[in-house]
Nanobody
Framework: QVQLQESGPGLVKPSQTLSLTCDVSGASVSPNYYFWSWIRQPPGKELEWIGHIAYSDITYYTPSLRSRMSISRDTSKNTFTLQLNSVTPEDTAVYYC???????????????????WGQGIQVTVSS
């Protein structure tokens, strides 16, 4: 059974760096077919598919966050990490990590039979 679990701070001050880790069990985060992804949902808004790391360590970041974010993986720990710099209150959201089949990412859809999501972590940006 594939399981993903997000960890990190629940409260971050504006201008600081947010770092979230996704611990994966039951599957390897080594470069493979899947997109190891980060998705967030701000309060009252729809899901925002913010980025992923894929085969050959190719990364994708949504344009609005590209200058502030990075995604990396640590195969020795079987984790992947989101780093978001210079956070503002607009970055307040529930952040999810997920293993997605490519089509699920391209179609921005949940519920693919080969997809797995973490339970999500609430991150609040506030002074």
């Amino acid at each position: 059974q594939v399981q993903l679990q997000e960890s990190g701070p629940g409260l971050v001050k504006p201008s600081q760096t947010l770092s979230l880790t996704c611990d994966v069990s039951g599957a390897s985060v080594s470069p493979n077919y899947y997109f190891w992804s980060w998705i967030r949902q701000p309060p009252g808004k729809e899901l925002e598919w913010i980025g992923h790391i894929a085969y050959s360590d190719i990364t994708y970041y949504t344009p609005s966050l590209r200058s502030r974010m990075s995604i990396s993986r640590d195969t020795s720990k079987n984790t992947f990490t989101l780093q978001l710099n210079s956070v503002t209150p607009e970055d307040t959201a529930v952040y999810y990590c997920a293993r997605l089949a490519p089509n699920s990412w391209y179609q921005r859809r949940r519920g693919g039979e080969d997809d797995y999501w973490g339970q999500g972590i609430q991150v609040t940006v506030s002074s």
